[in-house]
């Protein structure tokens, strides 16, 4: 009796050109994506935690449509300042282990490989109250939402009162809400 494979053929280039292409990659101290084209070399943080606070940042604000180079850009700064402050680099460098051990403890990964995104959350509820999350949740406000390149997705044109406000531009106007 001869046993078919049925199980669907995905190509390299499919894989990167569909949902593989979302990957960040940690080579030679550097995070990498290729299918979105870019790539950082955090200076202070292991790359490990980079990806790691990227993975995060997606799972706190989640927004299908804004690219992992957005929060990459939003977490950059706490690169650079942890190299400043001992102090919030251990809590980044620690919070981080803390987060990996408990993800390894339930799923055998680290949370950066947990697949699916509700067991990443619940990991997350699990630590929310605690300093670093909270250091996270808060810089991400400012962070991500203040990119002027990633306010088209969310439809926002930017501040309107040197153009007259917004009750004459169409406020109303969004239509994805």
């Avoid at 190509?11 to 593989?20: E, I, L, T």
């Avoid at 919070?95 to 067991?119: I, Q, S």
């Avoid at 990119?147 to 994805?176: A, H």
């Amino acid at each position: 009796m001869r046993v078919l494979d049925n199980r669907p053929k995905v190509s390299r280039r499919a894989f990167v050109a569909g949902g593989g292409a979302a990957a960040i990659l940690i080579s030679g101290g550097a995070l990498t994506c290729p299918g979105e084209a870019w790539g950082m070399q955090p200076k202070t943080l292991a790359p490990e935690t980079m990806r790691t606070l990227i993975r995060m940042a997606r799972d706190i604000y989640p927004h299908d449509r804004v690219a992992d180079r957005y929060y990459a850009v939003a977490l950059k700064g706490y690169d650079g300042a942890a190299a400043k402050d001992a102090k919030l680099r251990t809590l980044l460098e620690e919070g981080v282990a803390a987060l990996d051990t408990l993800a390894k403890a339930k799923h055998g990964v680290g949370y950066a490989d947990v697949g699916w995104e509700a067991e990443r959350v619940a990991l997350l509820e699990q630590i929310q109250s605690g300093a670093f999350f909270q250091k996270i949740r808060g810089g991400l406000v400012t962070g991500l939402y203040n990119q002027k390149e990633v306010w088209p997705v969310f439809g926002y044109e930017g501040e309107s009162y040197s153009k007259g406000g917004y009750v004459n531009r169409g406020f109303d106007d969004i239509d994805w809400l």
